[in-house]
């Protein structure tokens, strides 16, 4: 039996998750609460366990060394066979000053945050042991990868947003499968359209931070795709693009789009009464497919914020598919509005 001190440490514990995901990610901070209990907890405390990952890989004063060090530390904390607290402390002084306050603040609260993860179900830590072991893996096999030269093709491309995205999906449908039986019984096509979601998500992360990850040194762009409409991504500046660069930024904006389509199909296999679940993939989405025709739109944009969506429609967003979150036909419709003017791929043959 629990006693008083405990259940007062776990409600601390999940005070402070809930308040430092308002500090590391205003999306989800805004997405994850739609979800019911116990799943918001779960789910909160997972987007933690891999913030902190990419806040490892991320630094700007680590050597790749110590972030390969620091990565495979903490896939054992997590798992439960080392101390997070003698993480944080080693961690925490290597951290540059340009890794934000919110994650300085995170890293140092390791241990709160392992506490809640070691206090959920055998399959829900199943899950997010999986999601962490892969995302930290991937970030060590890819940080030598980081340059201007951008990977050598859409393969290539799809397999880096595996690693930092479309693992999270697979996590997020085995959350999901634990929380309804229903959803359980679809868990193989989910699982595959789940990694889709994934990419769509981080592959228009990708498109509008081009600029910011070519100052830092970095590119995540298919290079034959490029090459292909005569363009040397290597040597891009931003605002001195000419034709050939919109070209294959369209031809990318297509992928990307069928992937939100897949999305959505995801998203309405989730049945009808769990509304909280059917937002949490709806709003996020959406977002996302606003965000790739802004950069249609604006396909010479130079920094980020220019192809930003306004509050105005993520306000929108949220009503329409609030609206709706029930009904297939119109959100289907709604999204198909949406993505009108959006090229789309053929990438259905490959799930």
């Not at 540059?96 to 241990?111: F, G, K, M, R, V």
């Not at 999901?176 to 359980?184: A, G, M, N, R």
């Not at 429609?313 to 029930?326: A, E, H, N, Q």
Request: charged share 25%; net charge negative; aromatic share 8%.
């Amino acid at each position: 039996m629990e006693s008083r001190d405990e259940f007062k440490t776990q409600l601390d514990d999940i005070a402070y998750q809930n308040e430092i995901l308002q500090h590391v990610s205003r999306t989800f901070a805004l997405t994850i609460p739609q979800l019911p209990e116990p799943l918001c907890t779960v789910v909160g405390n997972a987007y933690l366990l891999c913030r902190i990952a990419d806040t490892i890989e991320d630094d700007k004063n680590m050597s790749a060394d110590q972030k390969k060090y620091y990565a495979e530390l903490f896939i054992e904390v997590v798992i439960g066979n080392e101390n997070p607290e003698s993480f944080a402390e080693a961690l925490f002084p290597l951290l540059s000053p340009t890794a934000t306050e919110a994650e300085h603040d995170l890293i140092a609260n390791t241990t709160p945050v392992i506490r809640i993860t070691h206090s959920f179900n055998e399959r829900q830590r199943a899950a997010l042991e999986r999601c962490v072991k892969i995302m930290a893996d991937g970030m060590v096999l890819y940080q030598d990868a980081e340059t201007l030269d951008g990977v050598a093709d859409q393969k290539d491309m799809d397999q880096y947003c595996y690693y930092v995205a479309g693992v999270v999906g697979e996590m997020l449908t085995e959350l999901f499968c634990d929380h309804s039986p229903e959803i359980d019984t679809k868990r193989d096509e989910m699982m595959k359209l789940g990694v889709s979601f994934g990419q769509g998500l981080q592959m228009t992360n990708i498109l509008k931070d081009i600029w910011e990850d070519h100052e830092r040194g970095a590119c995540w762009l298919p290079r034959d795709i490029f090459e292909k409409h005569g363009v040397d991504i290597r040597h891009k500046t931003p605002g001195k693009m000419g034709e050939g660069f919109n070209e294959a930024l369209i031809e990318l904006l297509g992928v990307a789009h069928a992937h939100t389509d897949n999305a959505l199909r995801y998203t309405l296999m989730i049945p009808k009464k769990e509304k909280g679940l059917r937002k949490f993939c709806l709003w996020a989405l959406g977002m996302a497919v606003l965000n790739l025709e802004k950069i249609r739109q604006h396909p010479q944009f130079t920094q980020g914020h220019e192809v930003k969506i306004s509050r105005r429609s993520v306000k929108m967003t949220i009503f329409l598919t609030s609206l709706f979150v029930s009904q297939n036909k119109a959100l289907t419709t709604l999204f198909k509005f949406s993505g009108r003017r959006l090229p789309m791929a053929n990438i259905h043959e490959k799930l």
